[in-house]
């Protein structure tokens, strides 16, 4: 419905004129749009469908209906809105009144006298039922009649009683927007417009002197929350123990109204904020905006604007029962007459990338009309504002180049300082490079092919490479503790010998600013070498130093030399003087694994979590297989996997952990034990521990919903679902078979990585 002006709530014993509101939403017992609850003992929500058909999907307590994704005695619905036990919608075929339990499947409790009766709105309450006459895809239909009927405990079709509608000022007074609540309704006067209440319970609202317009209205059993249109807040009346202490400073879009709690969705990054009693906070999604909320006795699910996937939370405590819904998308909104207001946008049907898909209404006529948001989720910022025709767009802030983004992604001054320079240099570059270009040929070509020097040792040729792209090896400086001389195949590629002097002027004296991690080896620190390269150089502690003799370090610098692939972190160069132990590695600009998927850095979608389990299996076929003698890395996690600048997965800290035990096979099956732990955390967005969880194991917790079906249960939903699923569930089939307890049962690194590549090159990465 287009905005209209409304009144607050009054009871009809005394019926007080107030000023005029503007009201967008009015959610009843349980709400009025896309989603709706059912309280009580027998509760279950329902939401309609985003195929386009406008169908329902519901899901109960024990997820029993979830497995079924349609009521299909349920005709198509334009909105939803739950009582005690039962839901009620309006059908978007012929806008007729259509009421169900999910106790007696395929019967219609309205009442016969106004089952073929053409409704606008509904109002479930917890017994009883009001709607307004009209029909819901007219435009001229905004207003009309009250029909109420009230149902007994039983919910039984033949034991409808009209006794809530007695007072004659219902039945004859037209009116537009109703909700309902525990023993009361309220509504609109057309022509006056003024709100009056009716009902037994009506007069406990303690709505006599409230002033004011509000914009959106939520009701519990016994309360009333509203939002106000000038400050945006949220004020609630009646019973103080449903809504506790509502929040102050924070603007809202939505309402809706639990047993005792009400969640609200936020203006700015259409996040959700609970509060009330037995709401459990913690458990309120973060990071995800929600376009419609819906809530029963304990639980609230939504529906995410980033991909239209349904989400739960609120249990308080661990012996209520959870719902748990479907993996499927649902609609946004509900469908209206006319053009999109100001501070709202048609929701396009394109974004769900479904071709035969072009609307989610079943008239076509209709449009979808959502808020505008004007501000994203941690970790990201608006590239783009709220159009008529489409939301602001919210980009990863690891995609942040330009001074707009910066105070949204909280980027430092010293990487502002960066990025200015950075296009200054390219700006420079572009305009002197075409002068220079065939200086530059020249240049290349002279350098481009190695010297290739043989020398002959022991009845046989030893090949030393080096380039005159890059630093030349050098000497270094004496050594009080000299190193004896490494064999000549440490030298092949580009394997350097760095002075000490060059490193400590490249890490600024290894300053704890330049550090990058540390770990049982030492500490990593950030180097940018005199040709501007940007390196990570990993130095010894006392520790390391003692415990690792010259030989020790001469044998890691061998193997580490041979290890040449684009899924690890290969070795560059290295330093021995003055007793230090320095070894040179490619810098990781990206990161690692572990801070995208649990720290402050910009979380990972689907598409590129799959190839980074893709790469990161190859990276250890390739050190379990091609390398010799073979290496086990004996500490796969996440944070020992790194992301370089074109977000491709490297395998780090493998160190002097060459293979040399009797049964490499079962090393080799506990690295694939490790992975299998990273593929759960890929999968679920948790921490392989977290103390703060029940259980804090991600294997004790995943495993067994997996082995018994529930892969879907594990999905993180921190990011946009596809629509698609099944390569998730793939994923947590993979990371099943790694984490068997019988290590002959594990698959090898070999099958793993070919499994994660039929994922993708079949088709089911999530583009």
């Not at 995208?596 to 979380?603: E, I, R, Y």
Request: glycine content about 8%.
């Amino acid at each position: 419905m287009p905005p209209q002006k409304c009144y607050f709530l009054t009871p009809i014993s005394s019926l007080i004129f107030l000023f005029p509101l503007l009201f967008i939403t009015a959610s009843g017992y349980g709400s009025l749009g896309p989603i709706a609850a059912a309280f009580g003992e027998n509760g279950f929500f329902c939401a309609i469908d985003a195929g386009g058909k406008q169908e329902i999907i519901c899901w109960d307590k024990s997820n029993k209906t979830s497995s079924v994704p349609t009521f299909s005695f349920v005709p198509p619905m334009a909105s939803l809105s739950g009582g005690e036990g039962f839901l009620c919608g309006i059908s978007s075929n012929n806008s007729q009144a259509f009421c169900w339990d999910s106790l007696n499947f395929g019967i219609n409790l309205v009442p016969q006298a106004y089952r073929y009766n053409s409704y606008l709105q509904i109002a479930a309450g917890k017994t009883h039922v009001c709607a307004i006459k009209g029909s819901y895809f007219s435009s001229t239909n905004d207003f009309g009649y009250v029909d109420c009927w009230e149902f007994h405990q039983t919910l039984d079709k033949n034991n409808v009683t009209m006794g809530f509608v007695s007072d004659h000022y219902v039945s004859n007074i037209v009116v537009k927007n109703i909700v309902s609540g525990d023993g009361f309704s309220c509504g609109v006067v057309k022509d006056s417009g003024v709100v009056f209440c009716w009902g037994p319970k009506s007069g406990n609202l303690g709505t006599f002197n409230v002033s004011g317009e509000f914009e959106v209205l939520a009701s519990g059993k016994s309360s009333v929350c509203g939002i106000s249109k000038m400050s945006g807040e949220v004020e609630c009346w009646g019973d103080s123990s449903e809504f506790g202490l509502p929040p102050r400073g924070i603007r809202f879009v939505s309402l809706s109204a639990g047993a005792q709690h009400f969640c609200g969705i936020q203006e700015d990054d259409h996040g959700v904020e609970c509060w009330g009693k037995n709401i459990n906070v913690s458990s309120v999604p973060k990071g995800s905006g929600f376009t419609a909320i819906a809530s029963s006795d304990f639980t609230t699910c939504g529906v995410r604007e980033v991909d239209l996937v349904l989400d739960c939370w609120g249990v308080q405590e661990q012996s209520l029962p959870d719902y748990s819904p479907p993996l499927q998308l649902c609609s946004p909104g509900v469908c209206s007459p006319g053009s999109c207001a100001s501070g709202k946008f048609a929701f396009n049907a394109s974004v769900l990338n479904e071709a035969e898909l072009t609307s989610l209404c079943a008239q076509n006529e209709l449009k979808m009309c959502l808020p505008c948001g004007t501000n994203c989720s941690h970790g990201y910022f608006p590239s783009s504002m709220c159009s008529a025709n489409a939301d602001r767009i919210c980009t990863p802030c690891s995609l942040c180049q330009n001074s707009s983004c910066w105070d949204v992604c909280g980027v430092p001054s010293s990487t502002k300082t960066q990025q200015q320079e950075q296009l200054e240099i390219k700006k420079l570059v572009i305009i002197i490079g075409s002068s220079i270009s065939g200086c530059l040929l020249i240049l290349v070509a002279s350098c481009v092919f190695p010297r290739i020097i043989i020398t002959k040792g022991e009845g046989k040729g030893i090949i030393q490479c080096s380039f005159c792209i890059g630093k030349p090896v050098v000497e270094a400086d004496p050594d009080p503790n000299p190193l004896p001389p490494l064999s000549v195949t440490t030298y092949i590629g580009e394997t350097q010998v760095y002075r000490l002097s060059e490193l400590k002027d490249a890490t600024h004296g290894f300053k704890e600013f330049s550090e990058l991690g540390r770990g049982s080896f030492g500490f990593v620190y950030k180097a940018v070498l005199p040709d501007g390269r940007q390196v990570a150089v990993k130095r010894a502690n006392a520790a390391t130093i003692i415990h690792t003799n010259s030989r020790d370090f001469e044998a890691e610098l061998e193997i580490l030399c041979k290890v040449k692939h684009s899924n690890i972190v290969n070795l560059l160069g290295y330093c021995a003087e003055m007793g230090e132990r320095l070894l040179v590695y490619e810098y990781m600009p990206h990161g690692t694994l572990h801070d995208h998927l649990h720290g402050d850095l910009s979380p990972l979608d689907w598409d590129l979590r799959l190839k980074i389990a893709l790469q990161a299996a190859r990276g250890l076929e390739y050190l379990h297989n091609e390398v010799t003698p073979p290496i086990v890395h004996r500490d796969v996690k996440t944070s020992n996997i790194l992301l370089d600048s074109e977000w491709g997965a490297r395998i780090a800290d493998f160190g002097i952990l060459s293979a040399t035990d009797k049964d490499l096979s079962g090393d080799m099956a506990n690295d694939v034990y490790n992975f299998g732990i990273v593929l759960l955390e890929i999968l679920s967005g948790r921490k392989a521990y977290d103390r703060d969880l029940t259980p804090p194991g991600t294997f004790e917790w995943a495993l067994p919903l997996i082995r018994q079906g529930k892969a879907a249960a594990t999905i993180d939903r921190s990011v946009p679902l596809p629509r698609n699923v099944e390569p998730l569930l793939k994923l947590a089939d993979l990371a099943e078979l790694s984490l068997r307890e019988n290590p002959s049962e594990r698959p090898s690194m070999t099958n793993l990585a070919s499994s994660l590549d039929q994922i993708v090159k079949c088709g089911l990465i999530l583009s």
